[in-house]
């Protein structure tokens, strides 16, 4: 079985340009959420789909964040337009409403440097 | 809100040897998971081991095993026998239910396993 993928594995733009990072699921799974590590800090959360609907977008920093899951599938991240503070690892996991312990199944991350 | 602390940003152990990392937590949940995800060099993180916080049994697999201490808001996380393949940044993660359970880490503790 297919593990969780993210695409790109790296990115680097320059301040101003956008960004869409792509992060397909396992298959079957209706849970799907996005997460930010910045430099030597935590781990935060920024949003939650289920299915294509979004469950909760409070760690979403601000407006140029767009996330979309079209379908119930795949889901992307688009930065538009990106910032210096948006460098940092972006993740995305997924997770089976009902699987044990709720366990969240992560990708490799995309390594996003905004220059 | 739900914070998740840990305290050592880097260990080393010997090989063969016995490593314990810490991490506290702080959540109003009555009900919740607390798990430790490692993250490789590779990148891809991966869960190590997971509790539930009704049971008072410390979780064990294999090499790896917990000591959860629900009144201090305590969850370590001992590897027994320490191999090369040890060596990774560990997330200490808690999960409250009944919501999107959007996992909360903390900053994470990178262990050397030295040969």
């Known amino acids: 079985e297919a593990g969780v993928t993210q695409f790109p594995s790296h990115s680097v733009i320059e301040k101003g340009q956008t960004v869409t990072l792509r992060c397909d699921p396992i298959?079957?799974?209706?849970?799907l959420y996005w997460y930010r590590r910045v430099m030597g800090k935590e781990i935060k959360f920024l949003l939650h789909?289920?299915?294509?609907?979004?469950?909760?977008e409070s760690g979403m920093p601000n407006n140029r964040f767009l996330a979309e899951r079209t379908g119930g599938t795949y889901s992307t991240l688009k930065v538009q337009p990106a910032e210096l503070e948006d460098s940092g690892v972006y993740f995305c996991?997924?997770?089976?409403?009902?699987?044990?312990?709720?366990?969240?199944?992560f990708g490799p991350g995309t390594r996003l440097t905004v220059l | 809100a739900q914070t998740v602390t840990q305290s050592q940003p880097e260990m080393s152990v010997q090989e063969a040897e016995t490593v314990t990392l810490s991490c506290t937590y702080d959540t109003s949940e009555s009900d919740y998971y607390l798990f430790w995800y490692k993250q490789p060099p590779s990148r891809q993180m991966i869960l190590v081991i997971r509790q539930e916080a009704y049971k008072q049994q410390n979780a064990t697999e294999n090499r790896f095993s917990v000591n959860f201490q629900k009144a201090a808001k305590s969850f370590s996380l001992k590897i027994s026998d320490s191999q090369l393949g040890d060596a990774a940044m560990y997330f200490c993660?808690?999960?409250?239910?009944?919501?999107?359970?959007?996992?909360?880490f903390g900053k994470g503790t990178k262990l050397t396993v030295n040969p």
């Open positions: 993660a808690c999960d409250a239910q009944g919501g999107s359970e959007k996992l909360v």
């Open positions: 298959s079957g799974h209706d849970n």
């Open positions: 789909f289920v299915k294509e609907s979004k469950q909760d």
């Open positions: 996991a997924s997770r089976l409403t009902g699987g044990p312990y709720n366990e969240q199944f």
